[in-house]
């Protein structure tokens, strides 16, 4: 008999099993659940982008492209980041198209971190980046934002934070799951702070289209002082509603680049070929879909927020992405025992906050991509379970 536990990597025996879908599988095996667990567009994929997939199938475009991605596809990407962020890439040597924004992160993480070194993470953030950092060897540091700074990292965190062992810093914003934005001023605080350090900083963008400040989102890279310094990572999953096509992109110095499209040449070779040629369409044609998308989340949004509002669940108002983070304190339950007793007594299915790091503790992560329909009834049974823990 093999002993399994003495040849696993230990490393990766200890890292926890994702929080987020745990709850959504549990809900998978029940009957008449409301979930708004994942964090999914409930919209299609506009018409026109899966007909440029459909096309480039009909005309056999089914080879291997460039490890790097499709020359005009990287070349669309560069447009679209200089119109929409102002920021510009060579499209031949500083940008990297990948399988989703979560490989652009983890090769990007193991060109950076040696083990050893240090990887300052905000929580309550999405749940790859520590154990990514993790398994590149590094040392997460976290740091717990706090409700009362809007869940934004602030200048002193991440002054204290720093070490002689400090490598990177990983910026989750618009932030999942607080919903947190880092506007001009909080980067150009950031940039100070880092100024005269080798530090590097991967700036996960995913949700850049979906910022509803007045000012709309601000790329990190874009700010005095950081353009040197950060790598950029992208997709199309959450903006243009193409979760399923699992296509991301990296931007950064070619120095640094060169190094990740290394790790992406031996470990995947390129992104989907098919999912390429309709991307190139989404970034082209796609600016009134996205925008129509954006505006029904923003409406939705607001009829989260003021739901939890008026049912006692005090929730900041998310300025990004698309989650709500109410808190759950005044019920006297932990987010795990909330979330456990929501799902099981009133078939209600969210996230604990603690499944994105330990101050996620007291709050639970909703999010508000499905259809008003959805939600109205999903709060309805919030307010009951909640009015019955009062009795």
């Known amino acids: 008999m093999i002993d399994y536990g003495s040849v696993l990597n230990n490393t990766v025996k200890e890292i926890k099993p994702s929080g987020i879908r745990k709850f959504f599988d549990i809900a998978a095996t029940m009957d008449d659940v409301i979930s708004l667990s994942v964090g999914e567009p409930d919209f299609q994929t506009p018409w026109e982008v899966r007909k440029a997939g459909i096309t480039s199938l009909e ?12 020359d005009n596809l990287r070349e669309e990407i560069n447009n679209y980041l200089t119109r929409k962020y102002n920021i510009s890439y060579d499209p031949e ?38 154990p990514i950092a993790a398994l590149a060897g590094g040392k997460p540091v976290i740091i717990e934002t706090k409700a009362q700074d809007d869940f934004k990292l602030t200048k002193k965190q991440l002054q204290d934070a720093i070490t002689d062992k400090t490598k990177l810093l990983i910026l989750p914003f618009p932030n999942n799951p607080t919903g947190a934005v880092m506007e001009q001023k909080d980067l150009e605080e950031i940039s100070d702070v880092l100024k005269g350090t080798n530090i590097m900083v991967i700036s996960d963008e995913i949700y850049s ?34 979760t399923g096509w699992r296509l991301g992109y990296a931007c950064g110095p070619k120095e ?35 925008e129509h998308m954006t505006k029904e989340y923003n409406r939705r949004r607001r009829l989260i927020t003021k739901g939890f509002n008026d049912i006692g669940l005090s929730c900041r108002e998310p300025l990004g992405a698309f989650y709500a983070f109410p808190s759950i304190k005044s019920t006297g339950l932990s987010s795990e025992e909330f979330c456990e007793r929501l799902l099981s007594e009133y078939r209600v299915a969210v996230v604990p906050g603690t499944a994105f790091g330990k101050g996620g503790e007291g709050f639970i992560r909703v999010s508000y991509c499905y259809s008003t329909e959805h939600i109205l009834e999903a709060l309805d ?7 019955g823990l009062k009795k």
């Open 381 to 387: 049974r919030i307010k009951k379970f909640v009015e």
């Open 256 to 290: 640094i680049m060169s190094q990740i499209t290394k790790i992406h040449q031996f470990a995947i070779m390129c992104a989907p070929t098919t999912s390429q040629y309709a991307a190139v369409w989404a970034l082209k044609h796609c600016d009134e879909d996205v």
């Open 59 to 70: 005309r056999g475009k089914t080879k291997y492209t460039s490890n790097r991605g499709l």
């Open 209 to 242: 289209e979906l910022t509803f400040t007045n000012g709309g989102h601000i790329a990190t890279a874009s700010v005095k002082g950081m353009y040197e310094r950060t790598i950029t990572v992208n997709g199309f999953s959450k903006a243009f509603s193409m």
């Open 93 to 130: 040597s500083e940008i990297l198209v990948t399988v989703g924004g979560s490989e652009a992160i983890d090769a990007a993480v193991r060109a950076i971190v040696s083990p050893g070194d240090e990887v300052i993470i905000p929580q309550p953030s999405y749940v790859c980046y520590e």
